[in-house]
């Protein structure tokens, strides 16, 4: 019996970093051959597109699998156990897989997934690593509104008093075998400190957490934490254990044809505004911008906004234009989308 193959379960809340992350790894993968399985909340394969761009030996475009039909914490059977198979019985089997959940996806489900008889025997969760967006925790946007949970406990003792973000938070900060906390390069010396005392208490004992920028990690660092994830799940408390019906109906996302654009600088006013009115969590994809040779990519979490040129359009392929859209429930899609394009 070949060794077991390691797979890493890279999570964290949308925009935290988490594709940084792996472009970063596949870049610096120390001679390991990698194979990513990719998963996207909304219709717009944005990461995956991305991350095959890296063009690098070590990982090409055959060894990356985008899973783009929900959170994969809900479709592990349909989606992930036969998609873990095909890499499983793949000649060339990778020396580490790397799973990216969305960034609204329960880890544990996923993980209990690799304990399944037919996936145990050939892969093993080397570690989850989650991901924490540095400015969004500052900001406090995985925290409940002290006040207004007591106030509600008072009222109510029987309700469920967490936000969905801070359950999500809580979820996969629970289930990490390593906590990195991304997005350093926002934030003052003192800010980490504050956030790495306070996180520092809800953390299991042995789980380490580490600072960084844009997921500039060593491979080595990252990679061969030996965690073995599926053995203990129990130690990993989640509030969704008993919920069978979990269907992240707390989010919703749409895509934007947003057609050719003649200045980004207009698109982006517009996207402020609508973020700043209808409270969008994530935005990302691609543009076609007149005149212009290459693909605009479009990034956004929370109010922050990145815009950049990544590549030529391919004479054959066609100039999408469209943006996902990521909010909680109750978004006014029909308001975003008239700020956007009205
Ligand atoms: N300033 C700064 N920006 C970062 C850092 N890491 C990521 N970003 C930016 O944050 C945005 C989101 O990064 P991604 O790596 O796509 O985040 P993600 O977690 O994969 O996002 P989803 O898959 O949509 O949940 C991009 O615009 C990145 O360039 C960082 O350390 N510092």
Known sequence: MSEKIPATVITGFLGAGKTSLIRHLIENSDGRKLALIINEFGDLGVDGDLLKGCGNENCTEEDIVELANGCICCTVADDFLPTIQKILSRKDRPDHIIVETSGLAL?????????????????????????????????????????????????????DHDSPLEELFDDQINCADMIIFNKADLLEESEISTAAAELKGRLRPQVKM??????????????G?????????????????????????????????????????????????????????RVKGFLSVKDKDMRL???????????????DWATDEERISKLVIIGEHDMDQAAITKLILG
């Open 107 to 159: 880890p544990k489900p996923l993980v209990r997934a690799f304990g399944w008889p037919e996936v145990r025997t050939q892969v093993t969760v080397d570690g989850v690593v989650t991901v924490i967006d540095g400015p969004a925790y500052r900001d406090g946007l995985f925290a409940a509104n002290p006040d207004a949970v007591q106030a509600q406990r008072e009222a109510d003792e029987m309700l």
């Open 210 to 223: 580490l600072q960084t920028s844009h997921g500039k990690l060593d491979a080595r660092i990252l990679l």
């Open 225 to 281: 934490l030996g965690a073995a994830a599926e053995d203990d799940l129990d130690t990993r408390p989640s509030v969704h254990d008993d919920a069978d019906d979990h269907e992240h109906d707390d989010f919703e996302s749409f895509v934007l044809e947003v057609g050719e654009i003649t200045s980004p600088d207009v698109l982006i006013s517009k996207l402020e505004a609508a973020i700043a009115a209808e409270g969008i969590l």
């Open 297 to 311: 990519v479009l990034q956004g979490v929370g109010n922050r906004l990145q815009h950049y040129f990544d590549r």
